[in-house]
């Protein structure tokens, strides 16, 4: 059994979790910053660089108290190393090499992205390789072949915004908080998703790619007309993403022998979307597996585990391992034209 400390900066949520190898949470602290962000519409690098070192140390303590161990009792420190906002990914990163230096324990330098491709496997012991995985978070949108621990094929992206983006997007213009997924969500319960016609970029293409930037200026034309109410707009807005999200995933389907699909990020909180995807998977006789929403969203738990993941199959890393803003996890695949490099 292996005890793994995963950090989490990458983004706006600072987090640290205990893990263990036999999928057991002992603590998990998570401290958004949406309010420090609400007013820009979006997240300041910045602030939320400047918040991680304020809140990160204080969570370690937190979770370690909880827990009831020692920070010498575990096996292996991890710490996000990118993707996402530098500054603020230094943080962690650069957290978990204190502590793994003065523990004396390897580091595992986890790239987010494999934190939530591989999150599903945290809560569904029966989830084996390979999956297609629909990550669909604030700064990606991508569909890739999940074969094992760091292997992955990446089968489509997105050429302009990122499904969270769109959804930030679209409720900075209907003048929603930050974040606008949850805002947007909540106030499509009460509208007709059918009351304004919306385009849905890139539906019928031959390659599965995404975009979301057409989307939003229609969005923005609708709120302008003032022809519609803002419930109609969210629902109407959140079908097409529906849409184009079931669309591609069931043309990248068709391109992968994978027994399950999986849904990962941010944006498969969304329950319109995860019924929607659980409903093609099973059209399609795959298995289906989603995360329960609060380890959708960013979490040092699933960094924990991966850690865990890794630290199993003996992948640890030097003390000098770099932070990086950009890390596909497929390095191979083509550069597509706009394709986001956020977390
Ligand atoms: O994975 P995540 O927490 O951070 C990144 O790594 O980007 O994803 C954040 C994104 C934001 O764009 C947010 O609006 C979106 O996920 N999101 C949602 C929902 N909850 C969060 N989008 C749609 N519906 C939700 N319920
Ligand atoms: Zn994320």
């Known amino acids: 059994m292996a005890l793994i400390l995963g950090l989490e900066s990458s983004c706006d949520d600072t987090s640290a979790a205990l893990v263990t190898s036999d999928r057991r949470i002992l603590a998990q602290a998570v401290v958004g910053q949406n309010q420090a962000h609400q007013p820009y519409g979006g997240v300041v690098p910045e602030i939320a660089a400047r918040a991680h070192v304020e809140i990160l140390p204080a969570l370690v303590e937190q979770v370690l108290g909880e827990a009831k161990v020692a920070v010498a009792d575990v096996d292996a420190v991890a710490a996000t190393a990118g993707p996402g906002l530098i500054g603020g990914v230094m943080v962690a990163l650069l957290a978990g090499k204190g502590l793994a230096l ?3 324990k390897p580091l595992i330098a986890v790239n987010h992205l494999e934190g939530h491709a591989l999150s599903p496997r945290l809560v569904d012991p ?7 995985l629909l990550l669909v978070s604030g700064g990606h949108c991508q569909l890739l072949e999940v074969r094992g621990v760091g292997d992955y094929r990446r089968l489509a992206t997105t050429i302009d915004d990122a499904a969270g983006e769109a959804f930030d997007k679209a409720a900075k213009l209907l003048g929603l908080p930050y974040p606008g997924g949850p805002a947007i969500e909540e106030l499509a319960k009460n509208g007709d998703p059918a009351a304004v016609p919306l385009p849905r970029p890139l539906v019928g293409s031959g390659e599965p790619h995404f975009s979301f930037a057409g989307l939003k200026s229609a969005v923005q ?25 079931v669309d591609r995933t069931h043309l990248a389907l068709g391109s992968t022998d994978a027994p399950a699909l999986v849904v990962a990020g941010g944006v498969a909180a969304n329950k319109a979307i995860r019924s ?16 329960p929403a609060w380890l959708c969203t960013d979490n040092a738990a699933m960094i924990a585990w991966a850690g865990v993941e890794r630290f199993t199959q003996g ?18 695949a083509e550069k597509v034209r706009g394709a986001g490099v956020k977390a």
């Open 126 to 132: 029966d989830l084996g390789f390979p999956y297609l």
């Open 221 to 245: 034309r609708a709120v302008a007309s003032g022809s519609y109410s803002p419930e109609d707009i969210a629902a109407s807005f959140q079908q097409a993403v529906v849409d184009c999200l």
């Open 102 to 104: 003065a523990t004396g």
């Open 315 to 332: 992948l640890t890393d030097e003390l000098d391992v770099p932070a990086r803003a950009r890390w596909p996890l497929d390095e191979s």
């Open 276 to 291: 929607a995807l659980a409903e093609l998977a099973e059209s399609e006789g795959r298995g289906f597996s989603v995360p």
